[in-house]
């Protein structure tokens, strides 16, 4: 190329700088390499004003300098991001071997919407309102000892069907600059993503697919360096247009907005939270489990999340505690926890350890489902969760029971051939049939055995044929999206007033839970009549998790007011109510001794309460080398109490 081709007439000048822009920066940037782009810029920039001169006000003007921004950023765009590379030996089967192999109910067939190279390290997935996939993939995950590999990058690409066959026909990359890169939401003009240790938003106001700046760091504070595989992940909408996420049990983090000091940023360890995204606010939701990797909402809008090790389904009761795999509960008046919904587990915990899975899987635990990891969820007329190990969707049925709900086992919904299918996650498509993604490796969440990065697939389960999506009432991702964008232009349903006395006395248990649950958020002082009318409620006795959550929600105001809480004893028809307060009581006979008196007092004149409050006395001095004895302990002691 020479000089002589731009000083030409204003028309062939057009023609000439349009061939002449990609020449030149492919030449220089295989000439001198990946930053070769900067060498050239003062020369070229030189004959580049000479011609534009010439016809600047031609019509021509502005396509060929946004062409010469477009190849000169596509150029350095695709050298910065680094080539992802695997320490994993080995290779999936074919994506299109693995959905014809894949066990389906009758009528069921599974389809490639996606594979290698168009999609890998496929660790999230969101829908847009268009019926596009975005795919956040994540390629930064590392093996042990390293957990993190930053010298890659992270990036977020949109996949399309744009003729409603099933398969993608349309991709893009959205955004190229991640790390720690777990989940990725679309909404309010941009897209919401859990990178780096935050919760950042990357706006696209006018919605060309293209970033319209730096992301938004809207909170700080979650553990990526030492958390492992338990990475804050999970970004889903919720009914009531909050932003739901979730986060593991290896380590606790601090979180809150940017510049937030220490002591008024929230503790999360092993927990459901939720954000608000114009009143910026950040809540937890509930606490317990090991490791969620997903999280679903019922048609009644009840929260469910999935889970791994010490049981995979939990009925998300905001404010709840549940079990924990290993640790103690930040909050130390907990004291009992809850126990799973479902009513069995996907692994033999009667013979086996949960590390055992990683020998091998043993018959027993082939037969009950695969294995203890889950990871994926999806509630659409049933409970579908991807199990790590057993190369499997497992199909739980959700029915009412007492004030919740518990899972019940079903037969499988789809079983792959494929040892290196890993499910990651499941959606419900516009359609109205089902997405799943495939991590696509050899290995578990621990990763000692190397990473396969070049690897990854999304399938999808079809009834019938696929076909171009149409609005259903029977198919929720159309009710759910109308929703969302309702919220978003302010319209959307004003949130669910708080339940007060009046539902403590209502006859469904659901509304009971409800009821208990809301006490959270009301003044202690409102809480007392509240508790009472509640633990009234004898029928209410063995749930599983009402007796509890009333404990929750009445905790800090016994702590506040003591003698009220003996008053609650006296009324509660509830063993674990009566006997919690009544620990929590005696742990206050050094400040509150009167209190503890007036509990020995009590078990005097009302012989119904007197096993509840001796275990909670007992509970609640373990650990004191010595105490006060409490006013007529002596006459209870000569009584065979003491």
Not at 68 to 74: G, I, K, W
Not at 331 to 359: C, L, M
Request: proline share 5%.
């Amino acid at each position: 190329m020479s000089l002589a081709f731009i000083t030409l007439s204003s028309r062939s000048s057009s023609i000439c700088i349009v061939s002449f822009i990609p020449y030149f920066i492919w030449h220089s940037c295989h000439t001198f390499n990946c930053f070769s782009p900067f060498l050239f810029l003062p020369a070229f920039s030189s004959c580049l004003r000479f011609s534009l001169l010439r016809f600047k006000e031609s019509h021509l003007m502005r396509p060929i300098t946004l062409l010469f921004s477009l190849a000169f950023t596509t150029a350095l765009h695709a050298d910065e991001f680094p080539k992802p590379f695997n320490t994993e030996k080995g290779d999936p089967m074919p994506a299109e071997e693995v959905a014809r192999t894949m066990e389906l109910p009758k009528g069921f067939k599974a389809v490639v919407f996606a594979a290698e190279p168009d999609v890998q390290q496929p660790i999230a997935m969101s829908w847009d309102t268009k019926g596009r996939l975005w795919v956040a993939e994540n390629y930064t995950f590392a093996e042990n000892p390293m957990r993190w590999d930053t010298k890659l990058r992270d990036r977020i690409i949109i996949l399309e069907d744009k003729d409603g066959d099933g398969k993608h026909d349309g991709r893009k990359v959205f955004w190229e600059g991640g790390a720690y890169l777990t989940s990725v939401e679309t909404g309010y003009g941009g897209v919401w993503v859990l990178h780096n240790g935050t919760l950042s938003f990357i706006a696209d106001k006018n919605g060309d697919d293209i970033p319209d700046g730096e992301l938004e760091v809207l909170l700080d504070g979650f553990n990526v360096k030492t958390i492992g595989h338990n990475i804050v992940n999970g970004l889903r909408w919720g009914p009531d247009g909050w932003l739901y996420g979730r986060h593991g049990i290896t380590d606790t983090s601090s979180v809150g907005a940017p510049g937030t000091p220490a002591d008024k940023r929230i503790k999360m360890n092993c927990a459901i939270w939720r954000y608000h995204p114009t009143l910026k606010i950040l809540e937890t939701v509930a606490h317990g489990g090991t490791n969620s990797w997903g999280h679903d909402w019922n048609a009644d809008g009840e929260l469910f999340m999935i889970n791994t090790v010490i049981g995979h389904l939990w009925h998300v009761i905001p404010g709840a505690y549940y079990r924990r795999m290993f640790g103690t509960h930040l909050n130390p008046h907990v004291y009992e926890v809850i126990e799973q919904t479902a009513d069995h587990f996907h692994w033999d915990t009667g013979s086996e350890s949960w590390s055992d899975i990683r020998k091998g899987i043993s018959n027993k635990t082939l037969e009950l489902g695969g294995g203890h990891a889950h990871v994926g969820m999806l509630i659409y007329q049933a409970v579908l969760t991807c199990n790590l190990h057993g190369n499997r969707i497992n199909m739980d049925k959700l029915e009412r029971q007492g004030c919740g709900y518990v899972g019940k086992h079903a037969p499988d919904f789809m079983q792959a051939k494929d040892k290196w299918f890993r499910g990651i996650d499941l959606l419900t498509c516009p359609d109205g049939n089902v997405i799943v993604s495939d991590w696509s490796d050899s290995g578990e969440c621990h990763h000692n055995d190397g990473a396969h990065r070049t690897s990854g697939r999304i399938y999808k389960i079809v009834y019938g044929e696929s076909k171009k999506a149409e609005r259903s009432a029977s198919n929720n991702w159309w009710a759910r999206t109308e929703l969302q964008q309702q919220y978003e232009k302010g319209t959307g349903p004003q949130p669910r007033a708080l339940r007060g006395l009046a539902d403590a006395s209502n006859k469904d248990g659901l509304v009971r839970l409800q009821t208990a649950s809301d006490m959270q958020r009301l003044p202690l002082e409102e809480r007392w009549p509240i508790a009472t009318a509640l633990a009234k409620h004898e029928e209410d006795a063995n749930d599983r998790q009402q007796p509890l959550m009333i404990w929750y929600g009445i905790e800090p105001a016994v702590a506040a007011d003591p003698m009220k809480g003996v008053e609650l004893i006296r009324e509660a028809k509830i063993p674990t109510v009566r006997r919690l307060v009544a620990r929590r009581i005696a742990e206050m006979i050094e400040t509150k001794p009167a209190a503890v008196d007036a509990l020995v007092a009590l078990m005097t004149a009302q012989k119904d309460v007197r096993d509840d409050v001796l275990a909670g006395i007992a509970a609640g001095l373990d650990g004191f080398s010595s105490a006060k004895k409490p006013k007529g302990w002596v006459r209870e002691e000569a009584e065979g109490l003491g």
